[in-house]
């Protein structure tokens, strides 16, 4: 696989803070690559760096093998689509959408070929003659996406461009974005604070906390083998389950510490069987096909169990219940994960 971008020993800091400290990371051709981590780990600051609006400390940015630290943002050949959308408010969405490439001066006829091919691409011939203040968020951001598709840039970077949606738009516009991918088979980097947006879209989820990355790896690998304790815990949502090892002893994998079981794998069991955690609801999210159930023990603390939706329970009920075999992950005192009990 051929990188686009290649980011070798990445650092920035603003003032004395240290914010990226040492990030290397690989984005392949055609490859969809999302970047999460807890607010203020550097995502944004990141992306800023690759599309050269920051300068990094030191490291390398290199773009097609060519080292493009200190190269000015236009001359990166990549486009980036910001959640604020940065429309020009007073000029059309045909306008927005050929200013850039007249600002570089290509012909008539040019800017009529690519801005056709963003228009049927992001079918946006209905508001060509609007301004933005006459869109909705999901038009403006369409608009926004067309205007970095005009560039044919060899990578799109995308920081949180969907989070000024409501959720049903989110929703559409992810797909759309997925479709787009497919289509173009473009080279992306997307940063956002969604799980399924990351859980849907990546190829690959970059994993930042506090400036470095923790984990690399596609959505279903991190989830099924999160490398760390942190990443077990960001990945997911409902988030899995921790406890000490000591409190669940005959399920602990050796040199385990830590143990997490995610909410799906639990299953409700009769108070007497061997292992059985005697629990009481405290309250339940039914959400359709499956239901969130909310637990207090006394042995593993607050739980959040994953049941089937048509399950009858209610909140003050006592339940006994048990980590499904195989599905117990073991942390060591370093947080670095052992095994699951498999
Ligand atoms: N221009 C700046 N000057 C000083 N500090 C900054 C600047 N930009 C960002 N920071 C700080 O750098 C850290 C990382 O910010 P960044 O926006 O990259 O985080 P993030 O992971 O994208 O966060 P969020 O998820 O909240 O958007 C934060 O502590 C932030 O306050």
Known sequence: MKPVIELRGLRKSFGATDILKG????????EFLVFVGPSGCGKSTLLRVIAGLEAAESGQVLIDGHDCTRAH?????LAMVFQSYALYPHMTVAQNLSFGMRMRGLSAAE????LERAVRTLKLEPFLQRKPGELSGGQCQRVAIGRALVQQPRAFLFDEPLSNLDAELRLHMRVELAALHRELGSSMIYVTHDQVEAMTLADRIVVLRDGRIEQVGAPLDLYRNPANAFVAGFIGSPAINFFPAAALPTRAPAGAVQLGVRPEHWHCVNLGEPDAVPA??????RLGPLSYLYAETRQLGRLCLQLP????VNVGEQLAVQPQPGWVYGFDAQGLRVSADK
């Not at 800017?111 to 690519?114: G, R, S, T, W």
């Not at 009481?280 to 999210?285: A, D, G, I």
């Open 23 to 30: 990030i290397d990371l690989v984005l392949d051709e055609g």
């Open 280 to 285: 009481r609801v405290l309250h339940v999210e």
């Open 309 to 312: 939706g048509d399950l009858r």
């Open 111 to 114: 800017i009529a070929v690519k």
């Open 73 to 77: 943002p236009s001359e990166r050949q």
